[in-house]
């Protein structure tokens, strides 16, 4: 399928939607957002890496921040934290420089590597937007860790492209449809900045209430 440019969704959003299609409603569908520690941090970090005018050479790599890149594929737009051109003959030429050279992207991350996908697919995605920007191959990818000051290297295989594939076309979906999952609470949703909006605990207390009065009439029904 291809995107017409006027329905690109936003390429960070495909985090959130990995993790939590609510926290991804809220902010993506009902243009709500807050701020916390980690949020405030995060943008801290990306300073640095965001500022395009920054740009290293050292040996045979070149470094290259706050990319423009989209994919009309996935119907998705964004900007890159830090785009590593290693000098290659099986690479892609660069203007002004010469030889040939493959791009890696290093997308910088405030915390340390997680359990689950979403800094994964984020990466993937990302990647398959600077292929057809750039049209070319590319096959791994870095996670920069702050905090624990790693640098983890990501290969991206054809079963993690199907995913972000999957996620984005239900991406799509969602924001055409106005869908907002309703809340559900999980251990890691006080850590979020929109927890108080989002107000999963009151949802679920709900949710029990309901439960309780359902249970209550099936026993009555019973007697």
């Known amino acids: 399928m291809v995107y017409d440019e006027n329905d690109y969704l936003m390429l960070s959003g495909i985090q959130h939607f990995q993790f939590c299609k609510r926290q991804w409603g ?11 520690e980690a ?34 594929t996935l119907g998705l737009y964004g900007i890159l934290d830090v785009v590593e051109f290693h000098k290659d003959e099986s690479g ?8 040939n050279w493959i791009p ?28 057809e920007t750039m049209g ?17 290297e990501i ?3 054809d079963q993690l492209r199907q995913e972000v594939y999957d996620l984005a076309e239900q991406m799509h979906t969602y924001y055409e449809q106005k ?3 309703k809340a559900e609470y999980f ?7 929109l927890v108080d909006i989002c107000m999963p605990r009151l949802s679920k207390k709900s949710r029990n209430v309901e439960n309780y009065i359902r249970q209550s009439l099936l026993s009555e029904e019973s007697i």
Do not use: F
Not at 50 to 72: G, L, Q, W
């Open 26 to 36: 809220l902010i993506h569908i009902e243009q709500v957002w807050a701020e916390n």
């Open 39 to 72: 949020t405030t941090h995060g943008q801290i970090l990306h300073q640095k890496a965001d500022n395009p005018y920054i740009k290293e050479k050292r040996k045979d790599v070149i470094t290259s921040r706050a990319m423009h890149v989209s994919s009309k």
């Open 92 to 99: 892609v030429k660069l203007k002004g420089k010469r030889g």
């Open 104 to 131: 890696r992207i290093v997308e910088y991350k405030r915390g340390k590597p997680k359990k689950d996908t979403r800094d994964i697919v984020q990466l993937v995605a990302q990647t398959i937007c600077l292929e």
């Open 136 to 152: 070319c191959h590319i096959e791994v990818g870095y996670l920069y860790y702050h905090s624990v000051n790693q640098k983890k």
């Open 155 to 157: 290969e991206i295989t």
């Open 179 to 181: 869908i907002i999952d």
């Open 187 to 193: 251990k890691n949703c006080s850590l979020c900045s």
